[in-house]
């Protein structure tokens, strides 16, 4: 959501810190085969404490897999 790849805050297991309220963030996570290609599904959404609903998804396109 910024304008470099991977910059801070990071979400991953080895990341230490606390996510501010309101602070977009995406969830990307992704299966990479070698010589075949991947896929990646993002989700955007945005931080917010348990006491207002907890974490704001914005991302409204579906999961479903679609054969082509």
């Known amino acids: 959501m910024g ?3 991977d910059e ?3 979400l991953s297991p080895s990341a230490m ?3 501010d309220a309101c602070v977009p963030v995406t969830v990307e996570p992704g299966v990479h085969l070698p010589g075949r ?4 599904i ?5 931080v917010r404490q348990e006491a ?17």
């Open 37 to 40: 290609g991947g896929v990646r």
């Open 52 to 68: 207002d609903g907890g974490p704001e998804l914005l991302t409204i396109t579906t999961k479903e897999l679609l054969a082509l």
């Open 3 to 5: 304008l470099e790849i």
């Open 17 to 19: 810190g606390k996510l």
């Open 8 to 10: 801070d805050p990071q």
């Open 42 to 46: 993002d989700d955007t959404l945005v």
